[in-house]
């Protein structure tokens, strides 16, 4: 591979972004980028080296020495390799402290930048085209309608036990719409050169056929 491709994929929750995403870093060979992974390693580091969650000179001082990469689907933080480390209750709970503030979340818009200028990668999130690789070479926009993004969600928590019902949860996925559409700093939106790909009726397969077929267009390899 000769030259560099960023692909960016942004969509409402429930649109399939990290299934796609992972299915077509396989296939192209490249990284995908698991931002929510990268919270993770944040939040271990944070909790092993005994960080306060709050913004202040300790904090500032250990995201200047932070390090994360992506390499053949390992996650490495400072040099190690933290799969297993970072896939515990515990540490979800501390990634979704860290990601609320905003010393971390800039740090790793940086690092994910910085990966972006020198290798290929795939990332997917609410706002990876419009703010995170505004200049990436392939953004696509992927949604499907609040009733089949329900029902994927839906059977998933059937699958795993769980009551709630199909109307909580197209509820649910709603409100989340709403969320993300209206939030005051970065909101989700399909960049004005983004491709839309509606999901809506299509399996897996077809959905990362028809992302392929648009990167191949790109004159990039």
Known sequence: MSKIIRIAIDGPSGAGKSTIAKAVAKQL???????????????????????PFEQGEKLDKMLAET????VNGDIVLDGEIVNTLIRTPEVSMLASQCSSIPEVRQKL????REMGMRKSMIMDGRDIGTNVLKDAEC??????????????????????GETQSYE???ADIKARDHSDMTRALNPLRKADDAIELDTTGLGIEE???RVIKIVDQINWK
């Not at 390090?67 to 992506?70: A, G, H, T």
């Not at 818009?109 to 994910?112: E, P, R």
């Open 168 to 170: 909580e949860v197209l």
């Open 67 to 70: 390090d994360i990469d992506f």
């Open 29 to 51: 060979g490249i990284d995908y980028i698991d931002t929510g992974a990268m919270y993770r390693a944040v939040g271990y580091k944070m909790d092993r080296e005994g960080v």
């Open 207 to 209: 959905v990362v056929d």
């Open 139 to 160: 953004k696509i926009f992927l949604t499907a309608s609040a009733e089949e993004r329900a029902e994927r969600r839906f059977k998933e928590l059937q699958e795993k």
């Open 109 to 112: 818009v940086d690092i994910q």
